[in-house]
């Protein structure tokens, strides 16, 4: 099946420093991403769409600017929390969607970001 | 806007007994409906998903789902819960703009 990964797993940084979280789509080319945020025992949160080789598409309420997107490959999209404050630690999944008429996001097993 | 309804936050039920997860839907059209589970550690894997057709869907680890328009329901189904059911289960709604519900922690009890 379609797999796809994130990077890094876990991460804490500092507060004020950013931080880089990879989705990559391990055995298909992923036409489509989502990047998601879950708060603890709280349900997933679309915080943006991205198609390869163009802009992100933000949800109402999601600073474009702290959370830049880039969807340079096929494969491969990255997260950036810039700036990050402690109120930014959150568990953040990616999803990806391949080509082709079967609809299904594969989702990642996330990645807990904690900002000290 | 679309929006998905998971009235129950938390259900605990015994190993070997039957399973029903509710889930409720608002979408403008006809709505593209989706159970994932997640456990502990790892990421969200789909138990099944309705686009259109029979209404009784089967899914994978003996779930199944019955869409009913009538009811705006999508209710998750198993008739003999296993101990290795204990995980989240989120019900979602739409494509490229997917809508999940708050999410139905189980547990199973020996």
């Known amino acids: 099946g379609a797999v796809v990964s994130q990077h890094p797993s876990w991460v804490i940084c500092k507060s004020g420093t950013s931080v880089k979280i990879e989705c990559r789509s391990l055995?298909?080319?992923?036409?489509?991403m989502f990047w998601y945020r879950q708060f603890p025992k709280q349900s997933l949160m679309l915080m943006a769409t991205?198609?390869?080789?163009?802009?992100?598409?933000?949800e109402q309420g999601v600073e474009k600017d702290k959370f830049l997107i880039n969807h340079a490959s096929l494969t491969l999209s990255t997260l950036t929390v810039t700036s990050a404050h402690p109120e930014d630690s959150s568990f953040y999944i990616c999803?990806?969607?391949?080509?082709?008429?079967?609809?299904?996001?594969?989702f990642g097993p996330g990645t807990r970001l904690t900002v000290t | 806007a679309q929006s998905v309804t998971q009235p129950d936050i938390h259900i605990t039920v015994s190993e070997g007994a039957s399973l029903e997860l509710r889930c409720n839907y608002s979408?403008?059209?006809?709505?593209?409906l989706f159970w994932y589970v997640q456990s502990p550690g790892q990421g969200l894997q789909l138990l099944l998903k309705y686009f259109s057709g029979d209404t009784l869907v089967q899914g994978i680890k003996g779930f199944e789902a019955e869409f009913k328009r009538s009811q705006s329901s999508f209710n998750l189904r198993k008739p003999s819960v296993h101990w290795s059911d204990a995980a989240e289960y989120f019900c979602?709604?739409?494509?490229?703009?997917?809508?999940f519900g708050a999410g139905t922690r189980l547990t199973v009890k020996p």
């Open positions: 991205s198609n390869e080789g163009s802009k992100a598409t933000y």
């Open positions: 979602a709604v739409g494509l490229n703009d997917m809508r």
């Open positions: 999803s990806a969607i391949g080509q082709g008429p079967s609809y299904e996001q594969y």
């Open positions: 055995d298909f080319q992923a036409t489509t």
């Open positions: 979408y403008g059209a006809t709505p593209y």
